[in-house]
């Protein structure tokens, strides 16, 4: 695809006033576990506006509201459902309600990781809980959701490591933009690795479909450090799958607490469960998890947890290591547990 924009400015001067504004915003979820979230937009653009990298194409920033509708009815519907013209990107489809619960299969339910994992403290090395916070629309507010879809997985749903030459001009067309953008410092303390997400979030869309438009319409990408090139990046698109996904039935918050306590959840990192009964709970959300190795993409609670026990003290290789936390991320299966084929612990592959 031929593209006119050389520099990452070029791109941030398509975003409009209200897109740089909502990524600003400070928010507070309505959940017992809270902090407040800030996005440095400004320091990103700053450090990038000078930098010529791959090329983002000008059509994800284009906004779909002019787009025409027209109502369908699906075979053995009853309901109509209403689809855009010409969609560039395939549509979410899933099961508006549980219909039989003792019709549900079991899924599978696994995780794998690279790395050793750490010793006595947590996987990310950070300033601020706010440097792991993202614009997740379950952040610290999952109650409301009891139920959610499960769909097969499907490969080419991920396209990893893009160059712009992979990108089509229709890949990744979507409206109603918002960016996070989320760090982790490296052991001797220089410039964090920056990890950005521009994704689909319409505010007037239900919550359960605002999390699947956060985890199916968008593109991260990774602003990593390079001692010879400044900044690298990488790119990596996610589309819906094409099936329809099936409604199962959550566990409930305090529930997926109760399990966290006990350590039963997944983890990158094996010592997270010598925690479990004490680390303090930053946030939680529901995610997908939606690598290519999962059968099914399905909903987990992740809990980004700390311990007052951690020591970075012979870590981190720096005067102000004082500065530093370290946290975890842990996920615990959403899906009610008698629904799960669940496939033990992280399974490491050390490097």
Request: include cysteine; charge should be negative.
């Amino acid at each position: 695809m031929k593209n006119q924009y050389k520099k990452i400015y070029d791109v941030m001067e398509l975003l409009q006033d209200s897109f740089i504004e909502e990524a600003m915003e400070e928010e507070e979820k309505p959940h017992r576990i809270f902090f407040w979230k800030y996005i440095a937009v400004a320091a990103f653009a700053g450090i990038l506006i000078i930098v010529s990298i791959k090329v983002l194409p000008d059509n994800i920033f284009k906004n779909d509201s002019s787009r025409k509708t027209e109502t369908v009815k699906e075979p053995g519907s009853k309901e109509p459902e209403t689809i855009k013209e010409e969609e560039a990107i395939p549509r979410i489809r899933y099961e508006k309600s549980i219909k039989d619960e003792d019709s549900l299969e079991k899924i599978t339910c696994s995780l794998q990781t690279e790395g050793a994992g750490g010793g006595n403290y947590g996987w990310f090395v950070i300033k601020s809980p706010k440097d792991l916070a993202s614009k997740n629309p379950t952040r610290n507010n999952t109650k409301e959701i009891t139920e959610l879809p499960v769909f097969k997985n499907e490969k080419g749903l991920a396209s990893e490591s893009m160059d712009k030459e992979d990108f089509k001009e229709d890949d990744i067309y979507f409206g109603h933009q918002s960016y996070e953008e989320t760090r982790d410092y490296p052991y001797d303390g220089t410039a964090p690795s920056r990890w950005g997400v521009c994704f689909r979030s319409d505010t007037q869309e239900s919550l359960t479909q605002q999390l699947l438009e956060y985890t199916f319409y968008r593109l991260e990408f990774s602003i990593l450090e390079d001692d010879e090139n400044g900044v690298m990046w990488g790119y990596s698109i996610m589309k819906p799958p094409s099936g329809k996904g099936k409604m199962y039935p959550l566990i409930s918050l305090e529930q997926a607490e109760e399990k966290l306590r006990k350590g039963e959840f997944f983890s990158h990192n094996p010592y997270d469960k010598d925690v479990a009964g004490t680390a303090k709970i930053l946030s939680v959300e529901l995610e997908y998890l939606t690598q290519e190795y999962q059968v099914y993409l399905q909903p987990f609670y992740k809990f980004i947890i700390t311990d007052k026990s951690w020591d970075l003290s012979d870590v981190m290789k720096c005067e102000n290591w004082e500065e530093y936390t370290s946290a975890s991320e842990v996920y615990v299966p959403a899906v009610q547990e008698k629904y799960l084929d669940i496939r033990g612990n992280a399974q490491l592959r050390t490097n």
